[in-house]
């Protein structure tokens, strides 16, 4: 088979679930961001998973996302949406019994209008300046929101994979002087939070990309390997090139692999020429550019060229690569385009 395989190991996931779960006290609860398809490896499946192992509440960026996965939760989880309640939304919140984070006034306005009697939570604005309600919109409505019942105020740290930053201590003098003394349930930490220590978790915490293996979660385990199929080999001779452009110049008599898998899959053209596949332990270099559907890789030291190298795996994590490619293992993974055969591995429930 020519299609490439993502393989997600979700006993992995789940032990990192675990890990950060006990990185706070028993009155905090765990969640678990699933937001952008579980970071590209699928949350229709990565979701039931964690909800087996006692997870509880979801997070999801859109309505959309939030009406997708509520057929694979049972009743009792709860479907956070961050973007909050925005146009024609409210039959997918009626109906999938979601929680939007109210971030705006007018947001506030929409959800209370169409929904008056359905769940919701708020976002404020500790200083990111990204999403939630600023502090005078904020104090303006809160005794009203207060009166109906928040599920859940959060906000959300800027730097906290920077341990040192003054911001993280900033927002979290932030959030205490916006909601101290408010019978609300509360979230500032998403990863980065957790592993600031328990000042930061208060009643919930967000974890998300230190489930699926990255950083900064450093004791993670890794949950994705990526491995692309060999569909020709051939051989190439000192003054030969490879691909696009000629970007690459055989300087000796070269075994060149044709991978099938290109930037079309989410691997980035950045890493042309810059970047190893591996051979169980063994580096192959990738040689030449990345083209839309294809790589070429210098296999020519291997005793024998295997069925499929492995991009993402043991010998060279997601940070690794993004590390080469100059981006983060975030922007890697979520870019995992939909031509891979996702395989799942469990071993427990």
Not at 90 to 111: D, K, T, V
Not at 270 to 276: C, G, Q
Request: glycine share 10%; net charge negative; aromatic share 6%.
């Amino acid at each position: 088979m020519a299609q490439a395989s993502l393989k997600i190991d979700l006993d992995a996931v789940v032990a990192n679930w675990r890990a950060l779960d006990a990185r706070s006290g028993e009155a905090t609860r765990t969640a678990a961001v699933v937001k952008a398809d579980s970071y590209g490896l699928g949350a229709a499946t990565v979701a039931p998973a964690l909800y087996r192992a006692g997870a509880r509440a979801f997070f999801v960026a859109l309505t959309e996302e939030g009406a997708k996965l509520r057929p694979h939760l049972g009743e009792d989880a709860q479907i956070f949406v961050l973007g909050g309640h925005m146009a024609g939304d409210a039959e997918a919140i009626r109906a999938g019994r979601l929680i939007p984070m109210l971030n705006s006034p007018e947001q506030m306005a929409r959800h209370l209008e169409a929904l008056p009697d359905a769940p919701f939570g708020v976002q404020l604005d500790t200083g990111m300046n990204r999403l939630g309600m600023e502090n005078e919109d904020w104090q303006e409505a809160a005794p009203a929101l207060l009166e109906r019942g928040i599920e859940l105020v959060m906000s959300h740290l800027a730097c906290a994979d920077e341990p040192e930053h003054e911001m993280n201590a900033r927002q979290l003098a932030e959030f205490r002087r916006m909601t101290d003394g408010m019978a609300v349930k509360r979230s500032l930490s998403a990863t980065g939070g957790i592993l600031l220590g328990p000042d930061y978790h208060f009643d919930l915490t967000r974890p998300g990309i230190g489930l699926y293996g990255g950083r900064p979660f450093e004791a993670a385990l890794g949950v994705a390997t990526l491995s692309l199929p060999v569909i020709q080999t051939r051989v190439v001779q000192p003054g030969e090139t490879v691909g696009y452009g000629n970007a690459w110049q055989a300087e000796r008599i070269t075994t060149i692999a044709t991978l099938a898998a290109g930037y079309a899959d989410g691997i980035h053209r950045v890493l042309s020429n810059i970047t190893d596949l591996y051979a169980g332990d063994i580096p192959c270099p990738l040689r030449g550019r990345v083209s839309m559907d294809l790589l070429t890789v210098d296999v020519t030291d291997l005793d024998e060229v295997p069925d499929t190298l492995d991009l993402i795996g043991p010998y060279q994590g997601v940070d690794a690569l993004a590390d080469a490619a100059g981006t983060i293992g975030y922007e890697l993974l979520t870019a995992l385009g939909p031509r891979y055969n996702r395989v799942y591995s469990e071993q427990t429930g």
